[in-house]
């Protein structure tokens, strides 16, 4: 409790820092600024407003988690950077499978161990090669800064990846959408592929890859 009482307080004055200066979503990119290290900005921030993300999906945070976003909210390089905490769990447990998913949780009650099984190995099947399902919070990270220069660069993106390697014992994968090969070349690109779809859904998605991308058009996506 003491915990999650001063990651509040610590995020209460973060934002009473900003005030309604950002109005906008800084998760939504427009696209890139050609300058400082190719980062992202948002639509609403105008150009001058550069933008670096890490992910994590989190069941839960507990104390030490609670802790650990408290530090690296107090250290953030900006007023504007903050951590986004989107909240899913329902179906996304379930495997997205909607009222048939939920008939299958009803189901449970009322059949013997092998037919619950059964239902089970359906829901994993609906969820194809996206492993992370088990998760309540999609905690996003997220550097915002206004300095073009290199070092503010440096800066921002350190305290990310920072938080990122933090947060890294509370996580239960990661949305593939934010690996970055190019940023974040070789092991750490391949770490986060696992993260991502898991070790045997990502042999099966290379195999997939040689079959219709064999010359690699579509690196810049993922690198498989």
């Given at each position: ?61 507990g104390t030490e988690g609670m802790a650990v976003l408290a530090a690296h909210v107090a250290a953030a390089p900006t007023d504007e950077s903050l951590f986004m905490l989107q909240h899913a769990g329902g ?134």
């Amino acid at each position: 409790v003491g915990a999650a009482a001063a990651a509040a307080a610590v995020i209460e004055s973060k934002v009473e820092g900003v005030g309604e200066r950002d109005s906008g979503d800084p998760y939504l990119c427009a696209g890139h600024d050609g300058g400082g290290g190719d980062s992202r900005r948002t639509p609403t921030q105008g150009p001058g407003m550069f933008s670096y993300v890490r992910q994590w999906f989190v069941d839960q945070l507990g104390t030490e988690g609670m802790a650990v976003l408290a530090a690296h909210v107090a250290a953030a390089p900006t007023d504007e950077s903050l951590f986004m905490l989107q909240h899913a769990g329902g179906a996304t447990r379930r495997g997205g499978g909607g009222a048939g998913a939920a008939a299958g949780d009803e189901a449970c009650d009322q059949v013997n161990a092998s037919a619950v099984a059964a239902v089970h190995a359906a829901a994993q099947a609906r969820r194809g090669c996206f492993t992370p399902h088990d998760w309540e919070i999609s905690l996003v990270i997220i550097a915002l800064w206004t300095d073009p220069s290199p070092g503010a660069r440096i800066t921002a993106e350190r305290w990310a990846d920072n938080a990122f390697e933090a947060l890294r014992a509370h996580s239960a994968g990661l949305y593939a959408v934010n690996i970055d090969p190019f940023r974040r070349p070789g092991a750490a690109s391949e770490d986060e592929m696992v993260h991502a779809f898991g070790a045997e859904n990502l042999v099966k998605l290379r195999a997939l890859k040689s079959l219709v991308d064999p010359e690699s058009l579509f690196l810049a996506s993922l690198p498989l």
